[in-house]
């Protein structure tokens, strides 16, 4: 069975400063890493996934498979990045389900 | 376009009691995913409907079922209410192919129950 770690629950950074979510995986195939993000009273959406290789809003996200790891990653850090971020995971094959860590709450600090 | 729509938005329910929550996919999207969010387990995978056949299932015991109708509006049903089913239940849809674009999950912005 695939799992997802993020291992901070709450990250700080002030504004302007670099800022790295950490996100880990454990499935023996290829999967499709997702981050989703929430921002307060708004729903859950897509922020970007690792098959498109593209930066949205200034982060981005590498896939390392020889780590397992695919950490969301932004230089410099805005006040209104301030948000739950999900890291996700999606199995080849048929099942369409998402595997999802527990979450990070970051705060950019003014 | 409309967004995922879920009703209710609350709803309050007494232990062994049975409730169903109502999931609204944007328009074209076929396949509608079920997840239940609580603060110990995070968000877990319930159930996912595709053209009105059940696709995949999480671990959840029987008493949590759910259908999908022929305009891809799906409706979750758990029975016999525990506190432990306490939860934000969020809905995703998505056109449900396989290419990238069919992928992608919308999500609504969930039905909070609390069971008393």
């Known amino acids: 069975a695939q799992r997802v770690t993020q291992p901070e629950k709450l990250l700080s950074v002030f504004k302007g400063a670099p800022v790295e979510l950490k996100c880990n995986y454990s499935y023996s195939g290829s999967p499709e890493l997702f981050w989703y993000v929430q921002y307060s009273r708004q729903r859950l959406q897509l922020l970007l996934r690792h098959i498109s290789r593209e930066s949205i809003k200034g982060f981005t996200a590498d896939l390392n498979k020889g780590e397992t790891s695919f950490h969301l990653k932004k230089p410099f850090a805005q006040e209104e990045d301030s948000a739950m971020y999900y890291c996700?995971?999606?199995?080849?094959?048929?099942?369409?389900?998402?595997?999802f860590g527990s979450g990070t709450q970051l705060t950019v600090l003014p | 376009k409309a967004g995922v729509t879920q009703t209710p938005r609350y709803l309050i329910k007494t232990r062994g009691q049975q409730v169903t929550l109502s999931c609204s996919p944007i328009s074209g999207h076929r396949s509608v995913s079920w997840y239940q969010q609580t603060p110990g387990q995070g968000l877990q995978f319930l159930f996912e409907?595709?053209?009105?056949?059940?696709?995949n299932k999480g671990n959840f015991p029987g008493r949590f079922s759910g259908r999908q109708f022929s305009n891809s509006r799906s409706e979750m049903n758990v029975s016999t209410l525990e506190l432990g089913d306490s939860a934000l239940y969020l809905c995703a849809s998505s056109l449900g192919g396989r290419t990238l674009r069919h992928t992608e999950a919308f999500f609504g912005q969930g039905t909070r129950l609390t069971v008393v």
């Open positions: 996700a995971l999606r199995p080849s094959g048929s099942a369409r389900q998402l595997t």
């Open positions: 409907y595709f053209s009105e056949t059940q696709r």
